[in-house]
């Protein structure tokens, strides 16, 4: 009989420390888990606030496509004022 206590004590050990193992890695899991969500979130903030950022950016390049291209007809207005000045001009 102490033979059969003392294999299912060992038994019992080898449970006991095999399901440590199963609690401790399923909690490192679990950390590392709400590590990767918290990084996830953070990540998400910060591609709107980029994207925000972009879409500003776009906005401010449409005014200034508008605003060369009426400063650009204000030269070419400019200019053919000028050649015309210069065609009437006595030779």
């Not at 080898?14 to 909690?27: F, G, K, V, W």
């Amino acid at each position: 009989m102490p033979e059969q206590n003392g294999n299912r004590d060992t038994r019992l050990d080898r449970i006991e420390r095999a399901l440590e193992l199963m609690i401790d890695d399923h909690e490192r899991f679990r950390h590392d888990l709400q590590q990767l969500l918290t990084a996830q979130v953070l990540q998400k903030d910060a591609l709107e606030q980029q994207a925000k950022a972009i879409e500003q950016q776009a906005k401010i390049a449409g005014n200034h496509t508008q605003q060369i291209a009426a400063l650009d007809a204000r030269v070419d207005n400019l200019v053919s004022a000028i050649g015309e000045f210069i065609r009437r001009l006595p030779q």
